[in-house]
T-cell receptor, first 114, second 112 residues
Framework: GAGVSQSPSNKVTEKGKDVELRCDPI?????LYWYRQSLGQGLEFLIY????????KSGLPSDRFSAERTGGSVSTLTIQRTQQEDSAVYLC????????????FGNGTRLTVT | QKEVEQNSGPLSVPEGAIASLNCTYS??????FFWYRQYSGKSPELIMS????GDKEDGRFTAQLNKASQYVSLLIRDSQPSDSATYLC????????????FGKGTHLIIQP
C-alpha cells in the first residue's frame, strides 16, 4: 500500500516568508509525528497527533511553528517568518498509535531558507 | 529524562564480516524496540522490531534484546557495502510522543 507522502520534497524560501509543509499519513494510522533533522544531526521531535486528542506540541522550537491535522488524516506544518536556522529536513511519520507499532517515515521535505 | 545511547561511530567493518551495533536505554519500563536504517540524504527506514528478550532474526539481520541490562543490539551478517548507513535505535515505553525516544545513530561503513 501507499506509504507516508510528504510535499513538497524541496522548498527554497526567503528569510521572513511563511511556508507550509504537508503530510499524508498511511491510511488507518491514527498517530502522526513531525520531526526535524539538521545536516548530520539526529531526529528532533516537533509535534505529535493521536486521533482526536489534543496534540503534543512540546517539541515546537518557537511560536513561529504550528501544525494542524484535519479530519484525523492530512497534517500541515506551518513555519511563519522563516529564519535561516529553520533550514533542515522536515520528516513526517505515522503509526497505528500503540507502543508496539513502529513509525513509518515519509521521504521528508528539505527546507532551505536563504 | 529518558535516554537512548548509541556510539556515533563511524564503525568500520570489512565486507563479509559481522557488524555489531549497540544501544542502551535508560527507561526500565520500555516495551518495544526498533532499528532504523538511514542512508545519507534519505529518511529512516524500519528494518527490525523486537519486543521480547532474546534474539530475533530476519535474513542477515539479528536483533538482540536484554531488558535486564537495558541493552539492545543489531547484528548484520555478511556485511555488504550497501549496508553502509546510519542506524538509529528507537525505544517506546508506553506509546505517544513522550514514550518514544530515538538514539542519535551509529554511522556504519562497510569497507570493500
Amino acid at each position: 500500500g501507499a506509504g507516508v507522502s510528504q510535499s513538497p520534497s524541496n522548498k527554497v524560501t526567503e528569510k521572513g516568508k511563511d511556508v507550509e509543509l504537508r503530510c499524508d499519513p498511511i491510511s488507518g494510522h491514527t498517530a502522526l509525528y513531525w520531526y526535524r533533522q539538521s545536516l548530520g544531526q539526529g531526529l528532533e521531535f516537533l509535534i505529535y497527533f493521536q486521533g482526536n486528542s489534543a496534540p503534543d506540541k512540546s517539541g515546537l522550537p518557537s511560536d513561529r511553528f504550528s501544525a494542524e491535522r484535519t479530519g484525523g488524516s492530512v497534517s500541515t506544518l506551518t513555519i511563519q517568518r522563516t529564519q535561516q536556522e529553520d533550514s533542515a529536513v522536515y520528516l513526517c511519520a505515522s503509526s497505528l498509535g500503540d507502543y508496539n507499532s513502529p513509525l513509518h517515515f515519509g521521504n521528508g521535505t528539505r527546507l532551505t531558507v536563504t | 529524562q529518558k535516554e537512548v545511547e548509541q556510539n556515533s561511530g563511524p564503525l568500520s567493518v570489512p565486507e563479509g564480516a559481522i557488524a555489531s551495533l549497540n544501544c542502551t536505554y535508560s527507561d526500565r519500563v520500555s516495551q518495544s524496540f526498533f532499528w532504523y536504517r538511514q542512508y545519507s540524504g534519505k529518511s529512516p527506514e524500519l528494518i527490525m522490531s523486537i519486543y521480547s528478550n532474546g534474539d530475533k532474526e530476519d535474513g542477515r539481520f539479528t536483533a538482540q534484546l536484554n531488558k535486564a541490562s537495558q541493552y539492545v543490539s543489531l547484528l548484520i551478517r555478511d556485511s555488504q557495502p550497501s549496508d553502509s548507513a546510519t542506524y538509529l535505535c528507537a525505544v517506546n515505553s508506553w506509546g505517544g510522543a513522550d514514550g518514544l525516544t530515538f538514539g542519535k545513530g551509529t554511522h556504519l561503513i562497510i569497507q570493500p
